[in-house]
């Protein structure tokens, strides 16, 4: 089972950038879905964006040409690079893995191993 751990949140103002990692340990091989979520005080748990094993990205409509999900597979590390930060960015993300499936749902119910989170605060 692979063990995730995010780094990379903290306070910044709108307009500003922050890149979120996530170190996954604990596996072996690859080629599965790996995916970022978010979730907001109050509010649902919402998917931001995944990568799937074949390395192809997808995006939410809301962060499409801000955010970029990456990985670097020599250093089993997941990135989100966020740019041009909006105060409804502000939420608790998390990186979440499906070892079962190559190609990613944005469903959060789908994916079974989470980080802890990190929180990411945009001020106005």
């Known amino acids: 089972q692979v063990q995730l751990v995010e780094s990379g949140g903290g306070s910044v103002q709108a307009g500003g950038s922050l890149r979120l990692s996530c170190e996954a340990t604990?596996?072996?091989?690859?080629?599965?879905?790996l995916g970022w979520f978010r979730q907001a005080s109050g509010k649902e748990r919402e998917w931001v964006a995944h990568?799937?094993?074949?390395?192809?990205?997808w995006y939410d409509n809301s962060v499409k040409g801000r955010f970029t999900i990456y990985k670097d597979n020599a250093q089993n590390t997941l990135y989100l690079q966020m740019n041009s930060l909006k105060p409804e960015d502000t939420a608790m993300y998390y990186c979440a893995a499906d070892q079962r499936r190559t190609y990613c749902r944005r469903t959060y119910s789908t994916y079974s191993n989470w980080g802890q989170g990190t929180q990411v605060t945009v001020s106005s």
């Open positions: 990568i799937d094993g074949d390395g192809s990205t």
């Open positions: 604990g596996y072996r091989g690859g080629g599965f879905c």
